[in-house]
Every structure is written in structure tokens, then in C-alpha cells.
């Protein structure tokens, strides 16, 4: 066989060359100047105060707008900032209203790591170590963050140990809400779950009895005994509790209104609700009796 075609013959029987590889994309880089975008964002005097006052730690930046605070809040905002020392920065008005969507910022803004979700135990946990029976507000599809921030209000102002979200169809903890709370958020436990169901079951096996917001419910809330054990239900607007999650409930509350034309919406039935809660705490008994479900101020269970 000649060289040539022997040539050939080892050419034919070789692999193909391997096409070089093609040089990966390059992640897209900020622009230059542009700041990274924080974990979440606070606005308003409340909020931010809350959120030194609760969670220095947590506090990355504070933002202010010159000679837009009272000079008392100023003072106390910077010698928190300063104590923590969290980093500082003047900003155009114009840069805090982009923050805040458009929120009511009042010259102040802070951003923050990110939120501190805890689990459904820690809040019972916060219960025990306050020597009281526990009182978890569950909150089912409420998908308006305002919504949330105003129960989350409530449920600090009147006794409540902790808030619990589903992760699915439902606000969490945003600047919105943070605002609505009045910094409420960084001062009450918040935990959300995957299962709401499954959270309802588990709490009653740690002694809290179940009772949801229905306005179709058999149990007036006046002549409900509400002072033991208790995890109050509230579900979204319109469409209320779903009808799994309210499955799960031990007795279902009614509260009454003057007119058959009448309604309540999430925040504002949720705070009627902590309210007579609170009351009946604070006086050692409940008013009435709710039939085969009491609610008493001893351990629950059930069968």
C-alpha cells in the first residue's frame, strides 16, 4: 500500500475533531453606580423605628430625605443607626418614593436582610415563655398585604403570640405590609406553612382549640368562651375560610351585624375577633358556652 493511501486509510478510520466549546453567556452586569437590591425594604417612621428598635442587627442601610423628619424621630433614628452601626445615606425624595412603590415613606426608609420567618413551634414556644395559653391567628389566602399588616396590627396590640401564613396564594411580609403594621411585623412572630390543614391538626394535638371566622357559623362570637387554648381562623375576603381548611375547625364563629346587607372585611372581622378574645382574658371568663365546645381557661382536647 503506498504512504498516500495508507494516509487516507488512517484519516477515514479517526475521529472527527471536536468543535471548540462555545464560550459561556456572561451574567448581565449591573450598571455601574446602580446600588444592589436589598432583601427587603421598610418605609416610614414606624416601620423603620420598629425594625432598630426590634432588629438592629438586621438593618443593613437607612435612607432619609434632609429636613423631612421631626427633629425628635431624626434624633432617635440616627443614634439607633449610629449605635448599630448601620450605614447612613441622604437620599432625593425621588429615590424613597421609587422604594416604596409609591408608599407613604414620610422621609425615611431602611433596608433590611431578609424577613425572619420563624416555625409554627417558636410561636407556641413564645406562648410558654410568657405564662400564657397560647393564641395563634391563622390566616387563610389573605392576598392584600395591607390586609395582613392591619391584622398583624391587631394581633400584637391584643395579646396574640403569632400569625401564620400558607406559602401559597398569600402576601408574606413586604414593605406594604410592614407599613400597614406599624412595624408590628418586627415585634409579633410570623411563620408560614406549606400545609394550613396540616398546621390546624397539629396545633390541636398541642392543646389549642380551632375556631374559624364564618359568617354563615353556628357559634355567635358574644356567647363563645374564648379565654383557653385558641387558634382563630380568618380567611380572605369574599371567599372566606376555604371549605378544607374549615374542615379542621372546632366551631365555627359568627359575628354579628346590624344588617343582613352588612359585612366585615379580613382585617377589620379579625380584629372584632381578638378583641372579644382580649376581654375575656383580661376578665378570667368567657360570657357564654358554645354547646359541646368550650373554651376554657384549663388545657383542651380532642377526641
Known sequence: MSRRRADRARRASSPPPRAPARPEAAAPRRPEGEPEAPA???YGIHPVLAALRARPAEVERLLLVQGALPARVAGELLSRA?????RMERVPRERLASLSGGGVHQGVAAELRSYP?????DLLAAARAAGA???????????????LGAIVRSAHA????????GRDRAAGVSAAAAKASAGAVEHLGVA????LSRALEELK?????????DPRGDTELWSARLDGPLALVVGAEGAGVRPGVLGHADFRLRIPV???????????????????VARQRASGTGLGSTGGALLTGGSASHK
Request: proline fraction near 3%; avoid cysteine; charge should be negative.
Open 258 to 276: 346590624a344588617s343582613a346587607a352588612g359585612s366585615l372585611n379580613a382585617s377589620v372581622a379579625a380584629g372584632v375577633l381578638l378583641a372579644e
Open 158 to 165: 391584643l395579646g396574640a403570640h403569632g400569625v401564620v401564613l
Open 205 to 213: 394535638r398541642e392543646g389549642l382549640w380551632v375556631a374559624a371566622a
Open 40 to 42: 427587603r425594604v421598610v
Open 133 to 147: 395559653a397560647p393564641l395563634l391567628v391563622v390566616l387563610d389566602g389573605i392576598q392584600d398585604p395591607h390586609n
Open 192 to 195: 408560614r406553612v406549606t400545609n
Open 82 to 86: 449610629q449605635a448599630a452601626r448601620v
Open 117 to 121: 420567618y420563624l416555625e409554627v413551634a
